[in-house]
């Protein structure tokens, strides 16, 4: 799957807040399915699997099978590698906002009057 194909599957996966609250439960340990469905008493068990397969298909959720059982753990490395792209953006753009901040600050304090004139700002890269 393409890295766009992923991050969109991911975000839609973590864009229900049932979902979110399945991966909140496994994130100490594995819960098994019916674990889960024990959790979310207004959905069936059907619907609960539904919601798994969507976040099993994103890769936010490792299943592993036992016997009878199906046990669902966490993976976080999706949501970190996610993390990591979003940090990117959000680094250079606190950096541009805090040059626009002083260049601002700075014709403040060079007319205390706060009146317009001159030029106007750098626009900010």
Same mark, same amino acid.
């Given at each position: 799957?393409?890295?766009?194909?992923?991050?969109?599957?991911?975000?839609?996966?973590?864009?229900?807040?049932?979902?979110?609250?399945?991966?909140?439960?496994?994130?100490?340990?594995?819960?098994?399915?019916?674990?889960?469905?024990?959790?979310?008493?207004?959905?069936?068990?059907?619907?609960?699997?539904?919601?798994?397969?969507?976040?099993?298909?994103?890769?936010?959720?490792?299943?592993?099978?036992?016997?009878?059982?199906?046990?669902?753990?966490?993976?976080?490395?999706?949501?970190?590698? =996610?993390?990591?792209?979003?940090?990117?953006?959000?680094?250079?753009?606190?950096?541009? =906002?805090?040059?626009?901040?002083?260049?601002?600050?700075?014709?403040?304090?060079?007319?205390?009057?706060?009146?317009?004139?001159?030029?106007?700002?750098?626009?900010?890269?």
């Amino acid at each position: 799957m393409s890295r766009d194909r992923t991050d969109d599957a991911i975000f839609k996966a973590l864009g229900d807040a049932r979902r979110r609250r399945m991966l909140d439960l496994t994130k100490d340990r594995g819960r098994t399915t019916g674990d889960l469905c024990r959790h979310f008493k207004d959905l069936d068990r059907c619907t609960v699997m539904q919601h798994l397969d969507v976040l099993e298909r994103a890769g936010l959720i490792i299943v592993r099978r036992s016997g009878r059982h199906r046990w669902n753990y966490l993976n976080p490395l999706p949501i970190q590698q =996610l993390a990591d792209r979003i940090r990117r953006y959000a680094v250079s753009t606190v950096s541009r =906002l805090a040059r626009l901040k002083r260049e601002l600050e700075g014709d403040a304090a060079a007319d205390p009057d706060g009146e317009a004139g001159g030029d106007p700002p750098a626009a900010v890269e």
